[in-house]
């Protein structure tokens, strides 16, 4: 059976067409390196995907800070943790690389801080 599947692996977001039997895949056109292989084969058998957002951020200087995963998630656990990530609101300051939920819901990555949010009375502009 032919599927379509678009790679998510790289900034190429190759379209690659597979011939896919019993799992397994036996021919694979459009991809434009190896990952994208890898990446099927994955998808066939664990999907995994990362996740970016935003916490609400009190006394910032921002309402908001984003925040990732440290690692990938089974793919039908995101509403899951999205829905984790949403009960927090962490007090400023908050730092680049501060982990704001530990090992969430069990599965192996931390909720990590990308945006540096200053206490609004520490804040001044340059």
């Known amino acids: 059976m032919i599927k379509e599947f678009t790679c998510i692996i790289c900034p190429n977001g190759c ?11 036996l021919f694979t ?8 292989i890898t990446y099927i084969e ?9 996740i970016a957002t935003s916490i609400e951020v009190m006394g910032g ?12 998630i089974p793919k039908d656990r995101i509403f899951d943790v999205m ?3 949403k009960k927090i ?6 730092s680049i690389g501060q982990i704001i939920i530990c090992d969430v819901l ?3 990555s931390d909720v ?12 001044t502009v340059q």
Do not use: M, Y
């Open 15 to 25: 379209d690659i067409e597979a011939d896919i039997e019993n799992g397994r895949v």
């Open 83 to 85: 829905e984790e990530i």
């Open 112 to 123: 990590i801080a990308t945006k540096e949010v200053n206490k609004a009375e520490n804040f």
């Open 61 to 72: 200087h921002l309402p908001l800070a984003s925040v990732r995963l440290t690692a990938p």
């Open 29 to 36: 056109e459009g991809e434009k390196c190896k990952r994208g």
């Open 106 to 108: 069990s599965l192996n």
């Open 89 to 94: 609101k962490i007090e400023a300051p908050v």
């Open 42 to 50: 994955q998808e066939l058998i664990n999907p995994q995907r990362n």
